[in-house]
C-alpha cells in the first residue's frame, strides 16, 4: 500500500525556519517526482514545489522562491522541504504529493502537516 | 502568470448531473486533472489527462477538455459526492491549481 507520511510542522515565528519531511513506501520512491502542495486555512489548494526522481532537478511557486528548498533522500525514501524566512502568509497545512507521471497529476498525497507562522 | 478559474459553488439533486467548469487560456491545448477533497481530508485524483479515470474511481465521474475550458460531470450524483473539487493544470513547468468549487447535492 502506498503511503506518504509527513511530519515536522508546527508553530514557528515570523523570520524563523522549519523543515518538513514526507516518508514514503509502499512503491519505488526513486522513480517518481515528486512535489509540495499547500492548503491556506480555509482556502484552496496551492502548488509549492517539486523535484524529480533523482533529485537534480527542482522547481518552485514564485511565491516561496529563494525561501524555500525542496529535496530527497531516495536511500532512506524521504521527502523533505526546507522553509526558511517564513511569513505570516505562508501559515497552511502542507501535502506532500506523487507525481503519477509528467502530466497526469498527483496520484497519492500525505496526510497534511499544519504549519503555522505566529508570533 | 497562467489562472485557472472556476465557479466558488455549484448545487446538483441528488441523482441529477452537475457540472463543473475550469476556465483558463488555451486551456484545451494543456492536460488537465480533477480532486476531489472532503472536509479535513487529503485530495483525490478524479481525473487526469482530461478524461482518464484513476482506478478506484467511479464511472459517474467524467472529464473533458476543449478551447478554453475543462468540464468535470458528475452523472447520478450521489450525497457521498459532496465536496470541493478543484481543477489542476501545467503551465510549462509550473503546475497551477484552480480557486476551487464546492459541490453542493440537496
Known amino acids: 500500500e502506498v503511503q506518504l507520511v509527513e511530519s515536522g510542522g508546527g508553530l514557528v515565528q515570523p523570520g524563523g525556519s522549519l523543515r518538513l519531511s514526507c516518508a514514503a513506501s509502499?512503491?519505488?520512491?526513486?522513480?517518481?517526482?515528486m512535489h509540495w502542495v499547500r492548503q491556506a486555512p480555509g482556502k484552496g489548494l496551492v502548488w509549492v514545489s517539486r523535484i524529480n526522481s533523482d533529485g537534480s532537478v527542482t522547481t518552485y511557486a514564485d511565491s516561496v522562491k529563494g525561501r524555500f528548498t525542496i529535496s530527497r533522500d531516495n536511500a532512506k525514501n524521504t521527502l523533505y522541504l526546507q522553509m526558511n524566512s517564513l511569513r505570516a502568509e505562508d501559515t497552511a497545512v502542507y501535502y506532500c504529493?506523487?507525481?503519477?507521471?509528467?502530466?497526469?497529476?498527483?496520484?497519492?498525497w500525505g496526510q497534511g502537516n499544519l504549519v503555522t507562522v505566529s508570533s | 502568470s497562467y489562472e485557472l478559474t472556476q465557479p466558488p459553488s455549484v448545487s446538483v439533486s441528488p441523482g441529477q448531473t452537475a457540472s463543473i467548469t475550469c476556465s483558463g487560456d488555451k486551456l484545451g491545448d494543456k492536460y488537465a486533472c480533477w480532486y476531489q477533497q472532503k472536509p479535513g481530508q487529503s485530495p483525490v485524483l478524479i481525473i487526469y489527462?482530461?478524461?482518464k479515470r484513476p482506478s478506484g474511481i467511479p464511472e459517474r465521474f467524467s472529464g473533458s477538455n476543449s478551447g478554453n475550458t475543462a468540464t468535470l460531470t458528475i452523472s447520478g450524483t450521489q450525497a457521498m459526492d459532496e465536496a470541493d473539487y478543484y481543477c489542476?493544470?501545467?503551465?510549462?513547468?509550473?503546475?497551477?491549481f484552480g480557486g476551487g468549487t464546492k459541490l453542493t447535492v440537496l
Open positions: 489542476q493544470a501545467w503551465d510549462g513547468i509550473i503546475v497551477v
Open positions: 489527462q482530461d478524461t
Open positions: 509502499g512503491f519505488t520512491f526513486s522513480n517518481y517526482w
Open positions: 504529493a506523487r507525481a503519477r507521471d509528467v502530466y497526469s497529476g498527483f496520484d497519492y
